[in-house]
């Protein structure tokens, strides 16, 4: 079945530094939305990519799709205290929503 | 607008208990989710829904039965609690495959 890998699983930065994390399907996708869980919370949507390479950007967070759709990324410039919190990248295939492990990033100010 | 509501939010079940998480959506949305997520962990699909009357297995039905005799309606039964159950629960749902998923507030279950 659809599989959908994230790493790293966690991240510690100091505030400041910039964060990435990655997303790797085991098969293309038609899209792929980004969430984020802040601690005690529940996912709240960040973004969705549909096109092959795309790249999206809100504020200092950039979103990339992979050419072949089977990929994406998300980079945050100069860590905030306010991006403390989970990460996850979802792909949809097979009509169901499949969300990948997660990133936990967490900021020492 | 209330969006993705979940009943009860916490809830201490013993082995062998039963109970229903309750997910109701008054948005109208076709396809609703549910997941279960681990400490420190990501969310595992249970089950989901495309459409009233239509639900398919996740990764991870076993233990676990659902229906969806209504839209707005997604309730989650857990039969014959066990320890490995203890999780939290979360209900989502979408409009399309193409479009955000909104999700409930969820719920912490504890078996004991």
């Known amino acids: 079945g659809q599989q959908v890998m994230q790493i790293p699983q966690y991240q510690h930065v100091q505030e400041g530094e910039d964060f990435t994390t990655y997303c790797n399907s085991s098969?293309?996708?038609?899209?792929i939305q980004w969430y984020k869980q802040r601690p005690g919370g529940h996912p709240v949507f960040l973004i969705q990519?549909?096109?092959?390479?795309e790249v999206k950007k809100q504020k200092r967070l950039t979103f990339q799709f992979g050419e072949a759709k089977k990929n994406s990324s998300l980079h945050i410039t100069a860590t905030q205290t306010t991006d403390v919190g989970t990460y996850f990248c979802?792909?949809?295939?097979?009509?169901?929503?499949?969300f990948g492990q997660g990133t936990r990033l967490t900021i020492n100010p | 607008n209330a969006g993705v509501t979940q009943t009860p939010k916490f809830r201490i079940l013993k082995i062998g208990q039963s109970m229903t998480l309750q997910c109701t959506q008054d948005?109208?949305?076709?396809?609703m989710y549910w997941y279960r997520q681990d400490p420190g962990m990501g969310l595992k699909l249970i089950y989901y829904?495309?459409?009233?009357?239509?639900?398919d297995k996740g990764e991870v039905p076993n233990g676990y039965n659902v229906s969806r005799s209504t839209t707005e309606d997604f309730p989650l039964r857990l039969e014959l609690a066990a320890p490995s159950q203890t999780s939290v629960y979360f209900c989502?749902?979408?409009?399309?495959?193409?479009?955000?998923?909104?999700f409930g507030q969820g719920t912490r279950l504890t078996v004991v």
């Open positions: 989502a749902s979408t409009l399309s495959t193409n479009t955000e998923a909104f």
């Open positions: 098969t293309t996708l038609s899209n």
């Open positions: 990519l549909v096109k092959s390479g």
């Open positions: 979802a792909g949809v295939g097979a009509q169901k929503l499949v």
């Open positions: 948005m109208n949305h076709n396809y």
């Open positions: 829904s495309v459409g009233a009357g239509i639900t």
